[in-house]
């Protein structure tokens, strides 16, 4: 009898595990099935019907072929699995979850720019499927093994997977800027302040969000000529675009704004970058300051511990070690890198999601 369910738990354990297996096997579906849905724009059609049965949501994609029709319920199911949708059974209809409605195009915290950006061929299907091939050449990254130049040189070679990355990164600026500018933690950031310059700022998304909010705080949007292009010198109210690399110049001003650069870079790299910072910026007794928003990576043991969002770290590292050379960084790693540049103290403030805020002072 004990023998009969020995044998019987070691073949649930087997079961289970193999599930297991099958789920990673099939991952990449989930993602083409949202990705099938953004394209065939269901979340922007949901939005205007606010609920929606399969028979309304048929009416309207004329262009879905007949014999297709009834695909829809198998990939909704798919859409409600994922958390994306609900599906209230009494009226056999669908609609938004809050994780779904990011989904909308136009919306204010959209993420779908991102979410196309992240299906992108050119970031995923190549560079990922030559990471063995990169652990045994002597190129710096998977993205080089595959083009032959870093990220940045190919966004300028080609502008329409450029202008795909800049607005996957300002949607990203969109939701942040919300959460940062109406954060209780963070009133007392911008206090004091009369001039910021965002650098690697994009096409200005959330240099322009704290510009409007704070109308006496002069603002400069920094980054590379081909992502500053036409904005260059044009000033609106108290917001500037200003186009160079930060390796080289940083314009000067009360303090300076480093959202998702950091972690694009090597540590050799980001205390060149930190130094050339402290250049730009007053001393700490008149008010200099470095803003860094970026990933602190969180330790699995400690408690309250948001496993989702450690995945979503551990993912981004694998993608900035693979594709760009850089890393992401535990706080021990971040107060190395601080004292190397040689800044005096830090602060880490808040946490947005995957992301915290640490203002460092010279
Ligand atoms: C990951 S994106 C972050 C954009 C923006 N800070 C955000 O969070 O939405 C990195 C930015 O750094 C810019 N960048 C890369 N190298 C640069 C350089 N040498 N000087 C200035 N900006 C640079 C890129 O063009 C890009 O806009
Ligand atoms: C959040 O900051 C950055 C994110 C990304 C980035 O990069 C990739 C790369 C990839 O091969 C697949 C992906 O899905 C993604 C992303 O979703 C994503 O957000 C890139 C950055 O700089 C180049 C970031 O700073």
Redesign the pocket.
């Known amino acids: 009898m004990a023998k009969n369910e020995n044998i019987r738990a070691d073949l649930e354990q087997l079961l289970q595990a193999e599930a297991q297996t099958w789920d990673y096997i099939l991952s990449f579906v989930r993602p083409s099935c949202i990705r099938c849905a953004v394209e065939l724009r269901i979340p922007d059609i949901l939005r205007k019907h606010g609920i929606m049965t399969i028979s309304d949501l048929v009416a309207s994609l004329p262009n879905l072929n007949p014999s297709k029709i009834s695909f829809l319920p198998v990939l909704m199911r798919i859409l409600v699995h994922s958390g994306l949708l609900n599906y209230q059974k009494e009226v056999d209809s669908y609609s938004f979850t809050t994780a779904g409605s990011l989904l909308i195009e136009n919306e204010p915290f959209s993420k779908r720019s991102h979410f196309l950006f992240s299906q992108n061929p050119v970031i995923t299907l190549k560079p990922f499927s030559s990471l063995s091939h990169w652990l045994q050449d002597d190129l710096p990254t998977a993205f080089d093994t595959t083009y032959g130049k870093s990220m ?1 040189d190919y ?1 300028a070679d080609e502008p329409k997977f450029g202008s795909i ?2 607005d996957a ?2 949607s ?2 969109k939701l ?1 800027s919300h959460l940062f500018i109406n954060s209780e933690q963070c009133k007392h950031v911008f206090e004091g302040l009369t001039s910021l310059v ?6 200005g ?2 240099a322009m969000a704290i510009a409007n909010a704070f109308p006496r705080l002069n603002c400069i949007v ?3 000529p ?2 500053i292009g036409d904005r260059k010198g044009i000033t609106t109210g108290n917001l500037e675009f200003v186009a ?5 110049n940083i314009p000067y001003a009360n303090a300076i ?5 950091l ?2 870079w090597s540590d050799e790299d980001c205390v060149k970058l930190l130094k050339k910072c402290r250049e730009s910026i007053p001393s700490k007794e008149k008010g200099g300051k470095v803003m860094v ?1 970026d990933i602190v990576i969180e330790d699995y043991s400690s408690n309250n511990i948001n496993e989702q969002l450690v995945q979503v770290q551990h993912f981004m590292d694998v993608i900035m070690r693979i594709s760009y050379g850089a890393k992401e960084r535990t706080k021990t790693e971040w107060e190395k890198l601080f004292l190397d540049a040689g800044f005096s103290d830090y602060k880490i403030t808040a946490n947005f999601g995957m992301r915290s805020l640490i203002e460092i002072y010279p």
């Open positions: 940045w966004c990355f800049n990164m300002a990203d600026s942040f965002d650098v690697g700022g994009g096409t998304t959330l920094f980054d590379l081909h992502v160079g690399s930060m390796f080289d704004l480093l959202k998702f650069i972690h694009n928003i």
